[in-house]
Each structure stands twice: as C-alpha cells, then as structure tokens.
C-alpha cells in the first residue's frame, strides 16, 4: 500500500484597487477575506487553495490651498505652475494605495494705490514712503512687498498750489476820523500801510496789505460881514439878523466835515 504525501496548501494573495472585482477560478470576489477552495490534484487526491483578497478603500483625496505672486512660478510634484488654476496628481505608494492630491492655486495680481496730496507756493513735501523730499508738482511710483511679499506699487500725485497773490485794500478817511481794519481788529487815525497773514481755503498764507491814506485836516473858513440896522444877512440858505459868530459844518468835495464860521456885526 502506497499513501502519496500530503498535498501543500497553495496561498494566493491578490491586492485590488476600491470598485475593483477579482474572478479566481470561476468565482468573482468584489470584498477583502480568505478564500479556500478545494479541488483534486492530478492524482485525484485533494489540494486546497487560499485565497488572500484585499480590496484597497477608496483613494483619499487631500486638498490644499496655495498662492505665487505673478510672474513666479511653482513647481508642485513635477508640475510647474504659473496660472491660476487646480492641479491634481494620484501618488501610488508602495503598498498599492493610491492618494489624490489636489492644488488650488492663486496668481496674485500686484495691488496699485494712488495717493494724491497738495502743497502751498514754495513748500517741501517728503514722502514717507521712499523718504525724498519734493519741491514741486510731480507723480512719482514706488514698489513695496505687500503682506503676501508680492509687489505693491503705490502712486504719489503732488500738486503744488500756484502762488497767492498779494492782496491791497486802498481805503481813505478824514482827518480825526478812525478805521477799524476788520482784518486784524486793529484801529488807526493816521495814515499807514499795514500787512498782514491769512490762511486761504487750502490753508496756505495769504497776503493781506492795507493802505490807509488820512485826509489833511480841513482849514477853518471864516467870513466877516456887517450889515446896517435893519438889514439881514443870508448864509448858506439861513438867514440872520443878529451879530454873532455862526458856525456851519459842510461836507467838502471829499466827503470830510468843513468847518465855515460867519462873523456877522448888525451895525446899531
């Protein structure tokens, strides 16, 4: 009697990706386990066989944020990325696991801002932001690093206002009178030339002058007259009929008082 020597158990291990089947003699299998299955050798005796099925999960997907100012360039497991845009690679890993790997990229565009300031006739301005000093009206641009470390270009439009004309008030009063300049609140009596500093409407200073001319005094006009008793004298449309010194105030040519005095005798 001939006993053949037990057959080997034969092992079969089988990896297949998530969604993926595996047909192992006849049978299809689409779940991670062990198969056996028992079958006769070529002697008629049994041989078992194992199956070791594993069935990947599903590829994970990682996603991720990223950004390059414009004109650079990054380059990302093999790629090189210049636009705006979503790239994606699958990384197989030794054990047969797969991971999808997904980019969103941003280009950031460089930011511009415009700054517009004014000076007065004869000023300086410096600039804080690249420390020159100006004299006149300019449009300058500087580049800084914003907070991404991309380009900020930032643009300086200075206008220096024109020059402030002098301004001149001729003013006349008469002799004795005063004037109140309404300009500094002070009060004059004789003739002067008198300046002063305003601001305007850009805050800038405006030259005030005032030129004050004082009229002479007006000499005293006296007139002596004498009529016979019985007789009136008329002076400047009033009539009198008794002696007397009669003063009369009168406006001359100019506006200013003048003074006339009448000496009338009435003979007795």
């Known amino acids: 009697l001939h006993v053949r020597p037990q057959v080997p158990l034969t092992e079969e291990t089988v990896v297949v990706k998530f969604g993926e089947t595996y047909t192992w003699h006849g049978t299809t299998y689409d779940a991670s386990g062990d198969y056996s299955l028992t079958i006769p050798d070529n002697h008629g005796c049994d041989s078992t066989l194992v199956l070791h099925l594993t069935v990947l999960p599903e590829t994970p997907v990682t996603e991720f944020n990223s950004f390059i100012c414009e004109g650079d360039s ?9 636009t705006s845009g979503d790239y994606s690679v699958t990384v197989q890993y030794a054990n047969g696991y797969d991971s999808i790997l997904i980019m969103h990229l941003t280009v950031l565009e460089p930011t511009f801002t415009t700054v517009s300031d004014t000076i007065c006739y004869g000023e300086s301005y410096t600039w804080l932001v690249n420390g020159e000093t100006y004299h006149n009206s300019v449009v300058v641009s500087d580049t800084l690093a914003d907070s991404n470390g991309c380009d900020s270009v930032i643009t300086l439009h200075l206008t220096m206002l024109p020059e402030v004309p002098i301004t001149i008030i001729s003013d006349t009063i008469c002799y004795g009178d005063t004037y109140t300049w309404a300009t500094n609140g002070q009060t004059y009596s004789t003739s002067t030339t008198v300046y002063d500093t305003l601001s305007n409407s850009y805050a800038c200073d405006s030259i005030v002058v005032l030129e004050l001319y004082v009229r002479p005094q007006v000499p005293l006009t006296e007139e002596t007259v004498v009529v016979k008793f ?13 002696s007397g010194d009669y003063p009369l105030t009168i406006l001359d040519s100019h506006g200013c008082d003048s003074t006339l005095v009448l000496h009338l005798t009435v003979l007795p």
């Open 74 to 82: 990054l380059t990302w497991e093999g790629l090189s990325c210049t």
């Open 230 to 242: 019985g007789e009136t004298y008329t002076w400047h449309g009033t009539t009198y009929d008794a």
